[in-house]
């Protein structure tokens, strides 16, 4: 498949990399076509790996994945366009963090809302899943826990774009739990904040949710 990062950070370059290594074709997207970090990324993974514009890789990809600052996500969601996201899984794996103000971070959107459903009411006509915002970057693909594959939980308005995103989900190596439509990434997004105070308090960021059954 061809598929969209928008954002080079670690999560962009991890989730482009690991889609790379199950033989997907893969656009990094920035702001700058020329972006250092989109085109140095692109030449290490080879050549189904390439890097853009935001609009370039929104337009190339079958499925977009949104890895960019969560402040700039209606900045980045506009760059991409609307009509190059239009009837398309758009991968949310953002968290609206507020890093002002010293300490662990806050949510800067809580309570009646949340990041991903900005990214909803931005994008309407694309099918946006909340996943991979409650696990830090180096965990996100084949992730290796004595306790078996963790969980990722999972939400958007789209019940055919969960199933898709839990098939992706699978291919990586995740669990799924699905907790529906996309305003349960009111609840989603703060368990980034637990998984970051969980990391402080613990000492230890090799860490993931798994939701136990019986
Ligand atoms: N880090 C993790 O382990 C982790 C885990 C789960 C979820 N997340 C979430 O995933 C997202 C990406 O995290 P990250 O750590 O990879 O990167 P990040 O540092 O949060 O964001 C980097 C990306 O945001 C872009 N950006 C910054 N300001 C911008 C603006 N004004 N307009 C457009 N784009 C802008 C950067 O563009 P340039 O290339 O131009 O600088 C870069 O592509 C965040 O929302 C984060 O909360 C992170």
């Known amino acids: 498949m061809r598929i969209a990062i928008l954002g080079t950070g670690v999560v962009g370059k991890a989730l482009g990399q690991a889609f790379i290594t199950l033989g997907h074709e893969v656009k990094m997207g920035s702001r700058d076509a020329k972006n250092e970090k989109a085109l140095a990324w692109a030449k290490e993974m080879g050549p189904r790996a390439s890097a853009g514009t935001f609009a370039d890789a929104a337009a190339f990809g079958e499925i977009v994945l949104l890895a960019t600052l969560g402040a700039a996500n209606e900045s980045a969601l506009t760059s991409a366009g609307a009509a190059n996201l239009r009837g398309k899984i758009l991968i949310d794996t953002t968290n609206p963090l507020d890093t002002t103000g010293g300490g662990p971070p806050k949510l800067a959107v809580a309570g009646n809302d949340s990041g991903g459903e900005r990214v909803q009411r931005l994008m309407p006509e694309a099918l ?53 439509g996309i305003e349960s990434s009111r609840y989603l997004e703060p368990m980034c904040i637990a998984w970051v105070l969980a990391g402080i308090h613990g000492g230890n960021w090799n860490q993931a949710f798994k939701l136990l059954r019986k």
């Open 128 to 180: 946006v899943v909340k996943a991979f915002n409650t696990v830090g970057a180096p965990h996100m693909f084949r992730p290796d826990f004595a306790g078996g594959p963790p969980d990722m939980f999972i939400c958007g308005n789209d019940p055919g774009a969960r199933k898709k995103v839990a098939s992706l989900l699978a291919d990586f190596g995740w669990g799924v739990v699905d907790v529906g």
